[in-house]
């Protein structure tokens, strides 16, 4: 059901000038630091964990815990990942734009909790108003006594720099983030150690959080954790920004308490997403960006909760839902997803590299009509090859999570749609063709 | 023999500055050059090897991984038409094969006045306007033919030049130098003077002390 949760991290937004100093200020801007550095770092971090916050960029690990595993040392960094790429996630993109000095705020307050020497802000190339805004209020926040040396009047002190990213999926991992913030390309870094607060930036201890993270800040030091934790149910607290698109009415962001809210909610609600296109039938959705395995119509009523979707199967990830109706080539909808990884894996590990490039191959043949019966099992065979035993969550053969991503929609679509796979090889062809998809 | 002009020589010199170790600044200054020159030439390549002491083969190593980043020429407005799932449900296959049409050219290409380059991109982060296209990483969405077509006219004609502006030019804001406190203060800071108002928080070892205990399994 839809609650009357606060918006935490869009609440600025119903202004057109949302991304000014001058609005920010106006709408409690920056309390949220100075109150932070009248307590101590400790205290800070505290509150963070009593708020149980979970990171917002996909693997969902608590922000309190990563801080907690910061190796000692003289020089720490904090990186903000602002690399927004995991296909139909748009969230980031939308506080970048919209509300910059959120970010800058509860960067800065995670910098003193963690006692960073300097921060960084990774922001999506592709981003160009984004990076434009970003500059510019890290710029006003200077000015403005928030960054730089003796920060308000206190002993604390940071500099806060704003790094372009230059187009690579791969970078929002977080330590292929750090391989391209050291000018390099993005090849993710050999685990273990599994966290850059062992080895990060320079090799130095570093924390990666994500910018919706770091949008939380603010509220949960002026409200308390406690407050936060009120809201959503067991490990999901708080208020998670949702992206919503494919076929709906309504496609766009919202701001939704976790748990409470249901997948149903999300797509149908009149106030959400206003239910599919045309008042077609649902066929598919994906819970949480390309990389989750789909759900379908019988899991419409379950709450946008980590764990809830993690035990059935797939993952909330980036909290980007795509919503797919009949007309939808099941077939299509996987090649396109597949080519995706196929075009994006770094090339390190070949499981991934030619596993991407094989499966991508078969399908697209499969949906040009020259696909053979036996294809749906040499797929499947392909998929358990980069992930093995196709279980979720997936095992890995690859350095990194993008290689056992790729079986994900593959998997998915030939178990619930293996007819309509066989359809296109025994008609020859798509049996839905595009057009008739879009304009129905 | 510099190739970067003397003012943007000037600004890489504080970009690298902001960073702990001068390799960090590698790929913003492939930005600054191809906002100089539209894409990055051997030569800007050196430079920027030379400022971020590096070799110009690390430079192009870094530069080829990333699709942003030209090493050949390409037209003064990059046209990105992305195909992924969102936009493919809204008909993004069509839009890029009128784009094609329209244009004349495949993806990849430019057109022989030099004007338009067509990418095939893959998800922009605008799901919520389908088809989302981008022009020089400004976004425009959603659009249909017809729109597409508009959008095309207008550019040709210089309707949007203040909004888009030519290949290669990402943030118009910098990072205003010379600000009162902007030194970050690290453990490490040297007592040294330094450039105003963007000293790097000095030199840092970069070989790792051993890790300590490892972290309990990635992404849970």
Known sequence: ?440 | MAHLSAENRQKAEAVVAVYPQPRSALIPLCHLAQAQDGYLTEEAMEDIARLCDVSPAEVRGTASFYDMLHTEPVGRYVVAVCTNIACMLAGAYEVLGHAKQRLGIHVGQTTPDGLFTLEEAECLAGCDQAVCVQVNHRFFGPLDEEAFDRLVDDLAAGRLEDTVPRHGVLSRVSRAVGLPAATPVAATISNEPQAAGTPPPGEKEVAPEPPAAAGAGEGE
Request: negative net charge; proline residues 6%; contains cysteine.
């Open chain 1, 1 to 440: 059901m839809l609650t009357d949760a606060p918006r935490i991290v869009t609440a600025r937004l119903e202004h057109p000038d949302s991304h000014t100093l001058e609005r920010y200020l106006a709408t409690g801007g920056y309390e949220g630091l100075r109150k932070a550095l009248t307590m101590t770092p400790e205290a800070v971090h505290e509150e963070v964990n009593a708020a149980s916050l979970l990171g917002r960029g996909g693997a969902g690990f608590p922000a309190g815990r990563k801080w907690s595993m910061l190796r000692e040392a003289p020089t720490t960094y904090l990186v903000v990942n602002g690399d927004e790429s995991e296909p139909a996630t748009f969230k980031d993109h939308l506080l970048i734009e919209r509300d910059p000095h959120q970010i800058v705020e509860g960067t800065i307050i995670a910098a003193y909790a963690i006692g960073a020497a300097q921060a960084f802000i990774f922001c999506r190339g592709e981003f160009a108003l984004g990076l434009e805004r970003l500059t510019q209020a890290v710029n006003e926040a200077y000015e403005h006594g928030a960054l730089g040396r003796s920060i308000f009047g206190s002993e604390f002190s940071l500099d806060l720099v704003v790094h372009p990213g230059a187009g690579a999926y791969i970078c929002g991992e977080e330590t292929a983030l750090l391989e391209s913030l050291e000018g390099k390309r993005g090849f993710p870094r050999i685990k273990p150690p599994y966290f850059p607060a062992a080895i990060g930036l320079y090799g130095e201890p570093t924390v990666v959080n994500n910018v919706e993270t770091m949008s939380n800040l603010p509220w949960i030091i002026l409200h308390g954790g406690a407050a936060f934790a009120a809201l959503g149910q067991g490990s999901s607290t708080g208020t998670r920004l949702f992206a919503l698109s494919g076929h709906v009415e309504r496609p766009g962001w919202y701001e939704l308490e976790m748990s409470t809210t249901t997948f149903r909610d999300l797509i149908y609600d009149e106030r959400l997403g206003g239910g599919v296109r045309l008042g077609r039938e649902l066929k598919a959705f994906i819970p949480g960006g390309v990389s989750a395995p789909w759900f379908f119509p019988e899991h419409l009523d379950m709450g946008l909760d980590q764990d809830a979707v993690g035990k059935a199967g797939s993952m909330l990830g980036s909290g980007s839902v795509v919503v797919m109706d009949e007309t939808t080539c099941a077939v299509r909808a996987a090649w396109r997803i597949t080519r995706f990884f196929h075009r994006e894996s770094c090339g390190q590990c070949t499981p991934c590299r030619e596993g991407a490039g094989w499966v991508d191959k078969v399908i697209r043949r499969i949906e040009d009509g020259l696909g053979r019966e036996e294809d749906l099992d040499l797929l499947l065979d392909a998929c358990d090859n980069i992930a093995p035993g196709l279980t979720w969550p997936p095992k890995q053969t690859t350095i990194c999570v993008l290689g056992p991503s790729i079986p994900s929609s593959i998997v998915s679509s030939i178990h619930r749609f293996r007819d309509e796979f066989l359809l296109h090889v025994k008609e020859g062809g798509c049996p839905m063709p595009p057009d008739e998809v879009r304009h129905g």
